[in-house]
């Protein structure tokens, strides 16, 4: 079974720039969460879709961060414009239906805001 | 509201030594617990989970914990510490069937030869 796969890896950009991350979850998963990890810290859940809908967006900074599934598989997460804070590793994870408390994350991409 | 607190943030310990992990939670309801690993530049993998089954948990890598009530922990322990084995880990909880997932801080494991 493959895994949670995301992309880029790596990306450096200039404060005000956007930038996009993208997440193919495992296959059959209906639930997919976004993770912003900053350096020292654990996983802060950003936003979490069930199919294509958003159930919990509460912690997202939706005047720079937007994230879309638009057909229930694959994800995006754009920054738009990014901030130096906004430098950490970002986390795509997803779960099945019938065990949504397991969750099984992605390699994750490492974001660098200069 | 849930919490967890990892109450170390390094911990070194001599290879084919046993590991200790330390974890307290906090939750108004039954918790479920796991414990993540996260090697340098990888992704989080699940270790172990707990789910008011059995209060001792065998994970992957011979890796257990122990839940305890009374005590309000799930320490995470490895009778004998390989070099593979350094790496960061993450005490989780969520509550009530929810899946959203707090994290605690980090313990970075670090074996010496």
């Known amino acids: 079974e493959a895994g949670v796969a995301q992309s880029p890896r790596y990306k450096i950009i200039e404060k005000r720039q956007s930038v996009a991350f993208w997440c193919n979850p495992i296959s059959g998963h209906a639930t997919l969460y976004w993770y912003q990890q900053i350096l020292g810290q654990g996983p802060k859940l950003l936003i979490q879709f069930q199919n294509n809908g958003v159930v919990d967006d509460s912690q997202l900074p939706k005047d720079r961060f937007s994230a879309e599934r638009l057909k229930g598989v694959d994800s995006t997460l754009k920054i738009q414009p990014a901030k130096l804070e906004d430098s950490a590793v970002y986390l795509c994870?997803?779960?099945?239906?019938?065990?949504?408390?397991?969750?099984?994350f992605g390699p994750g991409t490492r974001l660098l805001v200069l | 509201a849930q919490s967890v607190t990892q109450l170390d943030s390094h911990v070194s310990v001599s290879e084919g030594t046993p590991v200790l992990l330390r974890c307290n939670y906090s939750?108004?309801?039954?918790?479920?617990l796991f414990w993540y690993v996260q090697h340098p530049n990888k992704g989080l993998q699940l270790l172990l989970k707990y789910t008011s089954a059995a209060t001792l948990v065998k994970g992957i890598n011979g890796f257990e914990a122990e839940f305890k009530k009374s005590e309000t922990s799930f320490h995470l322990t490895k009778p004998s510490a390989h070099m593979s084995d350094a790496a960061e880990y993450f005490c989780v909880v969520s509550v009530g069937g929810n899946e959203k997932l707090t994290f605690g801080t980090g313990t970075r494991l670090t074996i010496i030869p």
């Open positions: 994870a997803s779960s099945s239906w019938d065990d949504q408390e397991t969750q099984y």
């Open positions: 939750s108004s309801y039954s918790p479920s």
